[in-house]
């Protein structure tokens, strides 16, 4: 297939990691991607949560998009569009760390839709989990709210940084724990997320600690 990628290069090696073998558009920012859209057979657009702005570059063209919408949903950005939506358009998780995994976590825009997204995945060869098109998706939620708690923990003298990552390894089998799985994230990612989430649902969980906004406003 011919699948554009718009993102950093990081983003090209994680899909050609990912998904293997394919012809591969590479651009930027969406500016590029205009002269190069209509060769596309998919678009894997990693810039969306960041310029949800973008999104009216897509929604007139005859196109199947994958957005990437840890901080954004697909319903949102159709509401705030000036333009109707001709194309096909998918939700993805491409949150730091989590898009080459074994199962892609997506969302469908429209019912009718779940029949190509199935169709595209078997021409990708991938597993997909289809989620429900909200803030956050489902794994950068519950991976972020872990770290968060985490921060709760060492805010309040409970233990260290070391201590939770360790127990956390041993007790639960993760493959990292909290600060460690931060720090391969991005803090900047973590912090996101969880006042995206917060601002949606207003739910407790989310609500950031002291410790994780004093560290983020640290590196703006």
Same mark, same amino acid.
């Given at each position: ?114 029949? #190509? /997204? %199935?169709? +595209?995945?078997?021409?990708? !060869?991938? &597993? ?64 996101? #997320? /969880? %006042?995206? +989430?917060?601002?949606?649902? !207003?739910? &407790? ?16």
């Amino acid at each position: 297939m011919k699948i554009l990628v718009v993102g950093q290069p990081s983003h090209l090696e994680e899909c050609r990691q990912k998904l293997g073998e394919h012809e591969y558009l590479h651009v930027l920012s969406h500016a590029e991607a205009e002269g190069t859209l209509a060769d596309a057979e998919i678009v894997f657009d990693f810039l969306t949560s960041d310029h949800p702005e973008s999104f009216s570059f897509y929604a007139s063209k005859p196109a199947t998009v994958f957005l990437n919408t840890w901080k954004v949903t697909i319903a949102s950005l159709v509401h705030s569009s000036n333009h109707p939506v001709t194309g096909k358009l998918f939700g993805f998780n491409g949150f730091p760390t989590m898009f080459n995994r074994d199962y892609m976590e997506v969302t469908s825009f429209k019912t009718e839709d779940i029949a #190509l /997204l %199935q169709n +595209v995945c078997q021409q990708l !060869k991938t &597993e997909y989990l289809r989620v429900e098109d909200r803030v956050g998706l489902v794994t950068p939620r519950v991976v972020c709210m872990i770290i968060n708690e985490a921060y709760y923990t060492v805010q309040e003298g409970t233990a260290t940084r070391e201590d939770i990552d360790l127990a956390m390894k041993l007790g639960t089998n993760y493959p990292f724990g909290p600060f460690e799985w931060c720090e391969r994230i991005g803090l900047r990612y973590v912090y996101e #997320l /969880l %006042q995206a +989430v917060y601002d949606d649902t !207003k739910d &407790e969980r989310y609500k950031i600690s002291a410790l994780m906004k004093k560290e983020y406003l640290a590196i703006r």
